[in-house]
């Protein structure tokens, strides 16, 4: 082993061997933790001995790798839950053992993904291509690994709000002209969020009706698009769901992109995770008219359990969406060799020049279990939900108050006669993540509180489903009684 001739003043370890010991020790740490996913509580609140040592002052010395290998080891119990196979709540991935190791890759180049030539890049480019194929995008789109679908949602509107003012939305803004888009009213909170960040305000978004299966009212649409442009807006963007987040409601993105057509709309999908059902047989159908979108923003890290955080965003029209973001400075000019090669530079296509390497842990996760493996887990993840569903249904103090569309499905404890069923509702499942004996979460539909089981994870098993249905009734019934 070379000697070791660290300068004073470096961050490295002074003592190479010692560190790679404690780093082992960190390695074996993390692995019984994920080894372990299936037993203990789902979720458990961190305790107050780990709240009061994240809450001492600024250290102006260090504490020493020791004592915060130490503390890392104590935070590893108080995840949010999502590595355990009852966590039913939101929409999270459970992520996989073997995308630890590209995380420690990646943490050792510790590479710069705003551009240059290097070989994470490459990396980043090999995903993009393998989603235009995905999607059936043409090999001239363009995409961009992000944080998640909220991000990637900002960086396709900018596209679409820039492509229908032109060139002045970049220096002067939206001005007055008042652009209108449309989405249904089970979208994303993201989306008007993107709204209200490009300056166009969030009540320039017209959040169509739904209907009984909670997809976009077509009808109201077009109604919607026709008013608009009699008041004089200017109509500029329309954006179907796929996979709503509180039912898994899949509008007719077909239909929707043959209104977008005829009305000169860009066409965005959200798939934060249901675009990834196009990797199964039985989904794919359903997802007819996505390829003929504009734009598509969904997240590696639920569907395809990446670990946090990495989401996409895909744009047909490269020079659109080059368009709206690639102005470099002098010093971020590129070259036709060396290091600053590699043209276009991901900061091309984005607000962000400092970017991780959230590339590689995405590729590692496709290239090790393909996409078939993936698809089956969807498949089984839709199946489970529609088992749930069967069991509710079945049972005489519950109800079901939504159709299963793919993998989510909602419900209600509902004993006969018995009022405040709304706050019953949300105590149960305050309850049941307390005790950790699962994790769903709740939302509203139709003016009702439902038990929100959201279904995204490998590790889901079918005996889990009668659990959660008996924990749910026990539950509820101990607090009847305790009125």
């Known amino acids: 082993m070379a000697e070791n001739d660290t300068r004073p003043d470096s961050l490295d370890p002074a003592d190479w061997p010692r560190f790679r010991a404690e780093a082992h020790a960190m390695l074996d740490a993390a692995i019984d933790r994920m080894e372990q996913a299936t037993e203990g509580p789902v979720w458990q609140a961190p305790p107050p001995e780990l709240r009061a040592a994240m809450q001492t002052p600024l250290p102006r010395a260090g504490l020493g790798a020791e004592a915060v290998q130490t503390q890392l080891r104590d935070l590893l119990p108080y995840g949010v839950g999502n590595t355990h196979p009852r966590f039913f709540g939101w929409v999270h991935g459970s992520g996989t053992p073997s995308n630890l190791m590209a995380d420690i890759a990646a943490a050792a180049l510790n590479a710069n993904l705003g551009g240059r030539d290097h070989g994470a890049i490459h990396v980043e480019r090999q995903v993009i291509r393998w989603c235009r194929a995905l999607f059936g995008f043409p090999a001239s789109a363009s995409g961009l690994i992000v944080s998640g679908t909220s991000i990637a949602t900002i960086i396709a509107l900018k596209a679409a709000r820039d492509r229908t003012i032109g060139a002045e939305a970049r220096t002067k803004g939206p001005q007055a002209r008042p652009l209108t888009g449309y989405t249904s009213a089970q979208t994303h909170a993201c989306v008007a969020r993107a709204f209200d960040m490009l300056g166009l305000g969030s009540d320039a978004l017209r959040r169509i009706p739904t209907n009984g299966a909670f997809e976009i009212d077509i009808d109201a649409l077009r109604a919607s698009i026709a008013a608009d442009r009699a008041a004089g807006s200017i109509p500029f963007a329309l954006i179907g769901t796929a996979g709503s987040v509180n039912t898994g409601a ?10 977008a057509a005829t009305e000169s709309l860009w066409f965005h999908v959200d798939g934060a995770f249901g675009a990834l059902g196009i990797l199964t047989e039985t989904l794919r159908p359903r997802l007819a ?16 359990h990446v670990n946090y ?11 659109d969406h080059r368009a709206a973001f690639a102005d470099r400075p ?17 900061v091309d296509y984005g607000p962000e020049l400092s970017r991780g390497f959230r590339a590689l842990k995405v590729w590692a996760q496709i290239a090790e279990h393909g996409t078939d493996r993936i698809g089956r887990l969807i498949e089984r993840n839709c199946a489970q939900a529609r088992q749930l569903a069967a069991l509710v249904d079945a049972h005489p103090r519950m109800e079901r108050l939504a159709p299963v569309a793919l993998n989510i499905c909602n419900f209600r404890f509902a004993p006969e006669g018995v009022p405040d069923l709304d706050d019953l509702n949300r105590e149960i499942v305050t309850r049941l993540q307390l005790h950790g004996l699962a994790a769903p979460s709740t939302t509203t539909l139709n003016g009702q509180t439902a038990i929100r089981v959201n279904i995204t994870n490998h590790r889901t098993r079918d005996s889990d489903l009668p659990f959660l249905v008996e924990a749910v009734e026990r539950t509820g019934n101990d607090l009847l009684s305790a009125r």
């Open 289 to 304: 008219g996505l390829e003929r979108a504009d734009s598509l923003a969904f997240d590696f890290h639920k569907w395809m």
């Open 330 to 346: 002098d010093y971020l000019q590129g070259a036709e060799r060396g290091l600053a090669g590699g043209n276009p530079w991901p």
């Open 309 to 319: 955080d990495a989401g996409f965003v895909l744009i047909r029209d490269e020079a």
């Open 250 to 259: 899949m509008d007719d993105l077909d239909q929707l992109a043959g209104i």
